[in-house]
T-cell receptor, first 117, second 112 residues
Framework: AQKVTQAQTEISVVEKEDVTLDCVYE???????LFWYKQPPSGELVFLIR??????QNEISGRYSWNFQKSTSSFNFTITASQVVDSAVYFC??????????????FGRGTSLIVHP | KAGVTQTPRYLIKTRGQQVTLSCSPI?????VSWYQQTPGQGLQFLFE???????NKGNFPGRFSGRQFSNSRSEMNVSTLELGDSALYLC???????????FGNGTRLTVT
């Protein structure tokens, strides 16, 4: 069975602090895809990044960076110098190629990030 | 390019009634999936349609159904509403299973 665990339910930081959101996944598949999404208070989830299981390169995009480690089944997300606009719920998700025509994407429970001015 | 559009934004229904939610995907996206979001259960996958065929289904009772039209627009229906069906229902479209999901703003359903 596939599983995504985001152990941090809520994180509260002060603006300009760095913050890391953890994501641990479980799957027996060797080919899979990991995603991060952001859900601001307006409600619409926004795609941030995708990683496939064969690409362990870390990625940096502005203040955002992602650390993918297959050895620990983790795909962590770091925001450097956080800003109030980063306040949102962040979801980690796992999908994999259809098997017999079926697959079910799995989302973590989400981490609510609150950035105080 | 227009994003994913969901209608209506808000709905209030009574137990026992049925409801239909609509979703218009991004042009060119053939995969449309539906999710239920509640504070207690998080984001739960309902089903996914690809080229008018239901390709995947989550663990929800048969009261939850959907369909996809030839223009990729999708509808979701919930019959015999229960209080526990109160949730934010999100629709997402994508090119395929390994592509990023593009979500709509959701339909907030309240069952009284």
């Amino acid at each position: 069975a596939q599983k995504v665990t985001q152990a941090q339910t809520e994180i509260s930081v002060v603006e300009k602090e760095d913050v890391t959101l953890d994501c641990v996944y479980e799957t027996r598949d060797t080919t899979y895809y990991l995603f991060w999404y952001k859900q601001p208070p307006s409600g619409e989830l926004v795609f941030l990044i995708r990683r496939n299981s064969f690409d362990e390169q870390n990625e940096i995009s502005g203040r955002y960076s992602w650390n993918f480690q297959k050895s620990t089944s983790s795909f962590n997300f770091t925001i450097t110098a956080s800003q109030v606009v980063d306040s949102a719920v962040y979801f980690c998700a796992l999908t994999f190629p259809p098997s017999g025509g079926s697959y079910i994407p799995t989302f973590g429970r989400g981490t609510s990030l609150i950035v105080h001015p | 390019k227009a994003g994913v559009t969901q209608t209506p934004r808000y709905l209030i229904k009574t137990r026992g009634q049925q409801v239909t939610l609509s979703c218009s995907p991004i042009s060119g996206h053939r995969s449309v999936s539906w999710y239920q979001q509640t504070p207690g259960q998080g984001l739960q996958f309902l089903f996914e349609y690809f080229s008018e065929t239901q390709r995947n289904k989550g663990n929800f009772p048969g009261r939850f159904s959907g369909r996809q039209f030839s223009n990729s627009r999708s509808e979701m229906n919930v019959s015999t509403l229960e209080l526990g069906d109160s949730a934010l229902y999100l629709c997402a479209s994508s090119l395929d299973y390994n592509s990023p999901l593009h979500f709509g703003n959701g339909t907030r359903l309240t069952v009284t």
